[in-house]
């Protein structure tokens, strides 16, 4: 009785967001879509100012920005229906679609072409080199995510061995290894912006190298829905797209006072200048695409940085994971 009596009063629940979801639509003439985010970070200007234009609007788009904190709980929310499109490093899908799973995310956008993380040590460093890590302790990532395997791609690549050379501590959550930093006995944390920027304001820390440089180009993030989404929601994954689209054409023809002016009220804690500072250091690498097609030759980079980080034993088929059909049809 117990479990009839859930089972009722789950149904009833899913019923009532159903019909909220529907008189919303009905009162605005939008779809609403519910997006989960690996992160909310200045990293992603080009969706912000999509979302602060009003372009996911113009695509009849009614769009919900979930940060999840961290790309296993993108797509936990995505599995579960929570999310109907969900923004993260794309090697969650390949291990979700390498685990078996039927109803698998496919990528249908790139938004992100380089790392967008930072190295920060305890003091200025101009002279900074890979190899000063021996020896140390770094806050990292969580194992098998986009921002560890990065890193660790660029130890490597500098005669590194991430197991023996240094200590990488992972035990602190996602998002909140720049707030332990200060109070913790590691050397080094990596770290995201706003975050590294912050640490640099407030004395406890400095930027001494970008990931995004030393990694050279990696499709970093994505945009991906289960399988079973597409079928029948393909005007919704278009209009998404071209949104992207637009919010990518902006960034990439604008100055970073511009942008951060767009997209301040998604970082109220940060002022403009802040703000502009970061924009400029992201342009300045070339972190965002010209469109968001996703290649197979980055794919099969992603995938060589996974089976090299013993995240993965084979590749995955490019063709199962990603389409570029909408990607090519939003390019102006």
């Known amino acids: 009785m117990k479990k009839i009596t859930a089972l009722l009063l789950a149904a009833m629940v899913m019923a009532a967001g159903l019909f909220a979801g529907c008189q919303k639509e009905a009162a605005t003439g939008l ?8 992160a909310h970070s200045i990293f992603y200007a080009p969706q912000y100012a999509a979302y602060e234009l009003g372009y996911f609007e113009e695509e009849g788009i009614d769009l919900e920005i979930v940060n999840a904190f961290g790309a296993d709980k993108v797509m936990t929310a995505l599995i579960a229906g929570e999310a109907d499109i969900g923004f993260m490093g794309s090697e969650a899908s390949i291990y979700t679609y390498a685990n078996g799973e039927d109803d698998y995310a496919v990528n249908f956008a790139q938004l992100t072409q ?11 460093d101009p002279d900074f080199q890979w190899s000063d890590l021996k020896g140390k302790t770094v806050l990292g990532g969580r194992a098998g995510g986009m921002p560890e395997m990065v890193f660790e791609y660029i130890l490597k690549k500098n005669n590194i061995d991430p197991a023996a ?42 930027v001494v190298a970008s990931l995004g440089v ?13 399988l079973s989404y597409f079928e029948g929601h393909e005007d ?10 637009k919010g990518m054409d902006y960034v990439n023809s604008h100055s970073a006072e511009e942008i951060a002016k767009v997209i301040q009220p998604q970082f109220p804690e940060n002022d403009l200048e802040t703000i502009a500072t970061i924009i400029e250091r992201y342009q300045s690498q070339n972190t965002w695409k010209e469109n968001t097609v996703f290649s197979e030759e980055s794919f099969n980079l992603l995938q060589n940085i996974l089976i090299e980080a013993g995240e993965l034993e084979e590749k995955v088929p490019y063709d199962k994971l ?9 390019i102006p």
């Not at 609403?32 to 690996?38: G, K």
């Open 114 to 124: 380089r790392a967008g993380n930072f190295l920060v040590a305890r003091e200025p």
């Open 322 to 330: 990603i389409t570029t059909v909408y990607s090519e049809k939003a």
């Open 236 to 245: 919704i994954i278009q209009g998404f797209t071209n949104a992207i689209q």
């Open 214 to 226: 030393d990694s050279g180009y990696v499709p970093y993030t994505a945009y991906c829905a289960k």
């Open 165 to 206: 050379d240094l200590t990488i501590d992972q035990s602190i959550d996602f998002g909140l290894t720049a707030a332990a930093f200060p109070s913790s006995e590691a050397d080094y944390t990596v770290e995201f912006e706003p975050h590294a920027t912050s640490l640099e304001q407030e004395g406890a820390g400095y």
């Open 31 to 38: 779809t609403p879509v519910t997006l989960s985010e690996v």
